[in-house]
């Protein structure tokens, strides 16, 4: 039973330092009210719509609404419009309560920050540290919100020191470099006068003021200051530090959080502590660099470059492209979990369809969108795994008790638009997120699940190639020229020696009638039951071959006993039974036969022979044709096919008959006709069929899957399951689930 609630985020870049200040936030505060967050992050975030950027995007299909109690969107980090209207229009269409984070434009209701005590707190260090009195304010476009606030705070500050603060003092910008390098034009120029100070309203527009300033000889901060917003950039990033204002993220995150609860469960809950720092000093005012800011970053600058040495002398990519196996490639993988620096838990969950179709001709029948109904969890533990789960779930720890909340990042795992699957790790209580090493990481990662793809690719088209000189690349038998090559060889032996000469056909029945009613593929798998039974039959001194469609042969030569030819087409037809008997499928597998095994006389001749066994073959395909064409068989077809897609209906023999206006053992004779089993054994199959399907692929107790597949005693479902199966259900689904 769920015991916590599950909140999910969306949020691209979760790397970068602004982004990681409202993670924080949100993971602080949901650790206080015990909530479980789900954090889906693109890694990549193009403004343009591209199939690497589709890719990233099909992250949040893989979100189970049913599953999370609310979202937390911020919406303002995505940086492409289509992105945005993707993920409004996928959002919109749940019926969860979702809160963008800093963003009033969506449809949604949106918590946002306060920018403008923050950009007035600035302006004031400006005044008051630094006594200056002529500043401007540069800030972003005048139709966006965040620019108008931030604009409106620095003139409130100036108010209320008693300075004017007319409109020629807010300069709009673009939040960008152009608008910072224009501006910076214009007062070394002269074309606008050089005030004491310029309060930027992000660092971005900061830097390149300072740049172009310094460029075109400006000293900062003697004749100017520029300070800015944000705090997004660390001290090394500039020509001159900057002075910033650290803005409020962590609340915000932690504010959202706390909001999206209230909405929830009604409850009025506590803020966790929020920010100690308000205002990070460098060179571009008096103040100078802030000491100990410096060495803060020195210190995780430290760490942060001694695991990217790690990872660069690690040779990961490389080394990620040295297995031709999936095992082999995440055994590698395991070495390198180390390099995600403060990870206590790591996942990856691949498609079951992560290779794509697999066939050798269809080398672009992969998935692009979406994922499949069930995902295969590779990694988990710290171990390799094949263990299946629901996608439905996203990820089975998330349902295993636990006594902590946890917090959880999603990533996609792709390449280019190739879907692969989901990367998840967890960073355990710890308030943080992972570092931009991990994108690196990551990346190595799905190479070598790429080489391995191609490795196995590369495998069936070698394969196929040699096999298509001779062989029959469907059922691995000699093709027709095969055929032609042995026939000939056995039938000079056979003459010469003076042993008997076998030449047999058989015909796979009514294929093109399986192609047409269940499609290919159910074609291609009758062919292949026949081809195992053939192959099964024969011994070492005959040949088998597929000479087109369902048409095979078999060729050998020895002292064969008088019924040899018999004996081994009754073989053949045995085998045939026993399948049909344990297949569950909703057809019957036969085959039609003609056959010569005798001595040769000096002057027969092979086409002669042949046509002795083939003309035995259109005759006995008539008599299955007749059969086929027998009352009632087309009706017969139908009925099963609705028996085995509905197969929990009551299938009442007596209520069948009266349908069908037959009496109950005419019924039933025609019934065994036309499928090889009884009415009643069929339905039974059909409904061991589905318990079979979901005691694999589900976690239904088997008391619900009796019910679903129309058994109404548990007990009478377990004796029948074990009487088809030979083995009990119990012990079915641990070797399915552990397969």
Known sequence: MKNRLIFGAIIAEAEHIIQKRIIKGMIAQAQALNID???????????????????????????????????????????????????????????KPVLAIDDNTSPFSSYMIDDKTGIAELTAHCIEAHGQTDLICLTGFQDNYHARQRAEGFCEAMRAHGLPCGPERVVYGDFW????????????????????????????????????????????????????????????????????????????????????????????????????????????????????????????????????????????????????????????????LFLLRGHKEYYLCLNEDWEGDGAVGRQ????????????????GGYRVLSKPFQASKMLPTLHEPREESGTYFFSPLHHNDRLFGISVVSLGDATDCYDPLYLSWKTAVEIGLEYVRMQNYLKRFNNRIYLSEIRDSLTGLFNAEGHEKFSKECFAAAKQEQRRFLILYAQCDGVRQLNETYGHTEGDSAITVL??????????????????????????????????????IQSIRNSLEQYNHTSLKPYKVTASFGVFCDYLKPDDTLEQISDIAKKQLQ?????????RGAPYYREFVDLRERIYSNPSEDWNIDMMCQSMILSRGYFQKLYSRCFGISFTQDVINSRISLSKRLLASTDMSIADISERCGYANYVHFMHQFKKVVGMTATDYRKKAQAE
């Not at 591209?50 to 303002?76: C, K, S, V």
């Not at 995780?300 to 690690?314: A, G, H, Q, V």
């Not at 048409?551 to 019924?563: N, P, Q």
């Not at 005759?619 to 059969?627: A, G, H, I, S, Y």
């Open 177 to 336: 470099e152009d608008s910072a390098r224009a501006l910076g034009k214009e007062l070394a120029n002269g074309t606008r006068p050089l005030p004491q100070g310029v309060v930027c309203t992000n660092d971005c527009m900061a830097k390149f003021l300072c740049e172009e300033l310094t460029e075109r000889g400006i000293s900062i901060p003697e004749q100017i200051t520029v300070v800015g917003y944000d705090a997004s950039l660390i001290n090394e990033q500039n020509i001159i530090s900057v002075t910033s204002y650290v803005r409020k993220n962590f609340t915000l995150g932690a504010s959202a959080v706390l909001q999206l609860h209230q909405k929830l469960t009604g409850k009025i809950s506590k803020l966790v502590a929020t920010e100690k720092i308000t205002m990070i000093t460098g060179r571009s005012c008096a103040c100078g660099d802030d000491e100990g800011y410096l060495r803060h970053v020195l210190r995780e600058k430290e760490e942060t470059e001694s695991y990217n040495m790690l990872f660069r002398c690690s040779n990961m990519i490389t080394n990620m492209t040295h297995h031709e196996t999936l095992d082999g490639c995440m055994e590698e993988l395991l070495r390198y």
């Open 364 to 379: 672009d029948d992969y998935r692009r969108e979406g994922f499949p109904e069930h995902m295969i969890l590779k990694i």
């Open 619 to 627: 005759e006995n395909k008539k008599r299955f044709d007749v059969e």
């Open 531 to 568: 081809a195992n039974a053939i192959n099964n039959c024969c011994s070492t001194n005959e040949r088998c071959a597929r000479i087109r469609d369902g048409l095979f042969s078999i060729i050998g030569y020895r002292d064969y006993a008088i019924e040899a030819d018999a004996m081994l």
């Open 37 to 95: 967050l789900c954090i889906f992050s693109m890694t990549s975030n193009d403004i343009h719509d591209t199939p690497h950027q589709n890719a990233e995007l099909n992250l949040y299909r893989y979100m189970n609404f049913n599953l999370l109690d609310g979202i937390l969107y911020a919406r303002a980090t995505i940086a492409g419009d289509h992105a945005k209207r993707r993920i409004d229009e996928l959002l919109l269409a749940q019926k």
